[in-house]
């Protein structure tokens, strides 16, 4: 029996991305089409400086192409202005990078909690759903406990449980496993695809490590701004679904 067909949740289409650094410009992607479906696990590898990070940042509504489109979710995001972008990343797309990114003086708990508070949830319900995610990621009695008082891995953990909160389609984890050790990198990226296969969420991160791409469904390899490899193709949508949900 073949797989069913995922739909996209992000394609982009011919996309460059260079930076003006004083007179020279620097091309950090080239004429990519790549087409990220709802529900897949996927690495994007290479070495520093091969575009993975840019290409991330692309996928996440972080940053905008020099040229070509950006779909999400079927919309064009070069349509949307600022305050909808952040309005689409706050509900529909948890980050996790690998210095953590947690807040020193807030607790677990509060880290968590932020982007509901952000989008104005009122405090029971948040504290219920941080409370709810950081048991998930087997931090149930650590909540209390700042940043600077929990490991690497279990900061990650928390970073991983306040990506999630607003239950997103997407999470983009950029380098989500540099700064740990393997044993912790081996297990945030089994949690991420153990959360990602019951929940239906996609997950795309970025690695340099070769190690963790037997833990992912698909492997997008990156050279010089170009992805030069590609495993996890799948097969096009019919036409008439294509069509509906092409920008």
């Given amino acids: 029996m073949s797989k069913p067909v995922l739909a996209p949740l992000v394609e982009l289409r011919h996309v460059i991305k260079y930076y003006q650094l004083g007179e020279a410009r620097i ?3 080239k004429n990519i089409d790549l087409t990220i479906r709802r529900g897949e696990f996927v690495a994007v590898w290479g070495p520093s400086g091969s575009g993975k990070s840019t290409l991330c940042n692309l996928i996440g509504m972080l940053d905008q192409p020099s040229s070509g489109v950006v779909c999400f979710d079927g919309g064009d995001v070069a ?37 509901l508070q952000i989008g104005h949830v009122s405090s029971r319900r948040a504290t219920a759903a941080a409370i709810e995610r950081l048991t998930e990621v087997g931090l149930a009695g ?12 279990q900061q990650q953990r928390v970073a991983i449980a306040r990506a999630l909160i607003a239950r997103p ?8 496993t540099a700064n740990l050790d393997s044993e912790n990198a081996h297990m945030i990226i089994d949690l991420m695809r153990q959360i990602s296969k019951k929940e239906g969420t996609t997950f795309v991160f970025s690695t340099h490590d070769e190690r963790l791409l037997g833990r992912v469904d698909r492997r997008i390899r990156m050279r010089d701004g170009e992805v030069v490899d590609d495993d996890g193709l799948a097969p096009e949508l019919p036409e008439t679904a294509a069509s509906v949900l092409s920008c």
Avoid: C, W, Y
């Avoid at 948890?94 to 210095?99: D, L």
């Avoid at 389609?169 to 989500?176: H, K, Q, S, T």
């Fill in 142 to 153: 650590h909540q209390a406990h700042r940043p600077a008082k929990l490991s690497g891995g």
């Fill in 79 to 115: 349509a949307l202005s600022d305050n909808q972008r952040s309005a689409v990343r706050n509900k529909a797309i948890g980050f996790v990078f690998q210095g953590f990114n947690l807040i020193p003086v807030l607790s677990a708990r509060e880290n968590v909690m932020l982007p």
């Fill in 169 to 176: 389609a997407l999470v983009v984890a950029d380098e989500p």
């Fill in 27 to 29: 091309t950090a992607l």
